[in-house]
T-cell receptor, first 112, second 109 residues
């Protein structure tokens, strides 16, 4: 099944904890992204990697650190979680030169 | 910098009625525009891209460069069209997709 997958689907945690979200795509794409969808459903890009190289780094607290071990994976690590980090995080991928992006199912993060 | 505006956060129509979801953009270059749809608690998926000029699920969208718009239209809405719709612009400078705020469409029986 060719797709973009994310784990976990749901993540409930306490303030101050550190957590990671994993993303994998088997579409053979060379560019991957992380988006945050807030409670008002506004979708904002956070990071983008092309062939393991960071190419977009929006104004995101440095508690958020993406890591791309290879071009099929892009993980998001969040330190010292805050209440305001509660959101749905979407991973996406695309192929350079083709601007359509394919999205993962999302990870719903709830910080208590 | 590019910007995408969807003026209606919520849109409610009855089944069988025409529907138009508005999208306006600002971008100094040549835009590539998309409509994405997100059904309840599902992933975003591509609905239309302007360069394809195709109709998907009865929806069409025409790029109007004079009015800087890319409105999404369907002549007869169906209940299964109820979803969140995002207009998005791809800007070659910055290599990024910029999304509008989204329009929640509800089609009532």
């Amino acid at each position: 099944d060719t797709a973009v997958s994310q784990t976990p689907k749901y993540l409930v945690t306490q303030m101050g904890n550190d957590k990671s979200i994993k993303c994998e795509q088997n579409l053979g794409h060379d560019t991957m992204y992380w988006y945050k969808q807030d409670s008002k459903k506004f979708l904002k890009i956070m990071f983008s990697y092309n062939n393991k190289e960071l190419i977009i780094n929006e104004t995101v607290p440095n508690r958020f650190s993406p890591k791309s071990p290879d071009k099929a994976h892009l993980n998001l690590h969040i330190n010292s979680l805050e209440l305001g980090d509660s959101a749905v995080y979407f991973c996406a991928s695309s192929q350079k030169g083709v601007n359509e992006q394919f999205f993962g199912p999302g990870t719903r993060l709830t910080v208590l | 910098a590019q910007r995408v505006t969807q003026p209606e956060k919520l849109l409610s129509v009855f089944k069988g009625a025409p529907v138009e979801l508005k999208c306006n953009y600002s971008y100094s270059g040549s835009p590539e525009l998309f409509w994405y749809v997100q059904y309840s608690r599902q992933r975003l998926q591509l609905l239309l891209r302007h360069i394809s000029r195709e109709s998907i699920k009865g929806f069409t969208a025409d790029l109007n460069k004079g009015e800087t718009s890319f409105h999404l239209k369907k002549p007869f809405a169906q209940e299964e069209d109820s979803a969140m719709y995002y207009c998005a612009l791809y800007a070659t400078s910055g290599s990024r997709l910029t999304f509008g705020e989204g329009t929640q469409l509800t089609v009532n029986p």
